[in-house]
T-cell receptor, first 117, second 114 residues
Framework: AQKVTQAQTEISVVEKEDVTLDCVYE???????LFWYKQPPSGELVFLIR??????QNEISGRYSWNFQKSTSSFNFTITASQVVDSAVYFCALSELVRGGADGLTFGKGTHLIIQP | ETGVTQTPRHLVMGMTNKKSLKCEQH?????MYWYKQSAKKPLELMFV???????ENNSVPSRFSPECPNSSHLFLHLHTLQPEDSALYLC?????????????FGPGTRLLVL
């Protein structure tokens, strides 16, 4: 069975600090996909990144970076020089490959990130 | 309209009412999903549709009845709901391929059952 654990329920930092959100996953498949989504107070889930299990390269997009490590089954997300607009709930999600079809995502419980001015 | 839209954005209903949630995607995708987000549980998958065919029902009670008339529209019909069904209902869509493509979400319908 799939499982995603986001152990940090809430994180509060002061603006301009760096912050890392942890994500640990469990799966029996060798082919799987990992995602991060942002949920601002409006409720909509905003896609941030997708990573497949064969691509362990870290990725950087502006102030955002992701560290994927299969050896520890982790897919952590770092925001550098945080801003108040980064305040939101962040979800890590996992999906196993379903050939020829679509599969639902298994989400973690989310981390509520609060950036204080 | 762009992306994934959902109507209504807010809904209050009694336990004996019948209502429907609507989702429309403008991304040319051919898979659609319903998720439930309640205060006490993580986001839960409810239904999956591939090319209008339901491929997954995640043990959802029969008081929730989905309908997918075409690849762009998805409905969730509600009847005789319980207060514990109060939640944010999110619709998503994705493109079918040999891989797990990214799911794009709508803004959700916030449902309150009295």
């Amino acid at each position: 069975a799939q499982k995603v654990t986001q152990a940090q329920t809430e994180i509060s930092v002061v603006e301009k600090e760096d912050v890392t959100l942890d994500c640990v996953y469990e799966t029996r498949d060798t082919t799987y996909y990992l995602f991060w989504y942002k949920q601002p107070p409006s409720g909509e889930l905003v896609f941030l990144i997708r990573r497949n299990s064969f691509d362990e390269q870290n990725e950087i997009s502006g102030r955002y970076s992701w560290n994927f490590q299969k050896s520890t089954s982790s897919f952590n997300f770092t925001i550098t020089a945080s801003q108040v607009v980064d305040s939101a709930v962040y979800f890590c999600a996992l999906s196993e490959l379903v050939r020829g079809g679509a599969d639902g995502l298994t989400f973690g419980k989310g981390t509520h990130l609060i950036i204080q001015p | 309209e762009t992306g994934v839209t959902q109507t209504p954005r807010h809904l209050v209903m009694g336990m004996t009412n019948k209502k429907s949630l609507k989702c429309e995607q403008h991304l040319g995708h051919n898979a659609m999903y319903w998720y439930k987000q309640s205060a006490k549980k993580p986001l839960e998958l409810m239904f999956v549709y591939n090319f209008k065919e339901q491929t997954e029902n995640n043990s959802v009670p029969s008081r929730f009845s989905p309908e997918c008339p075409n690849s762009s529209h998805l409905f969730l019909h509600l009847h005789t709901l319980q207060p514990e069904d109060s939640a944010l209902y999110l619709c998503a869509s994705s493109q079918l391929s040999g891989f797990q493509e990214t799911q794009y979400f709508g803004p959700g319908t916030r449902l309150l059952v009295l």
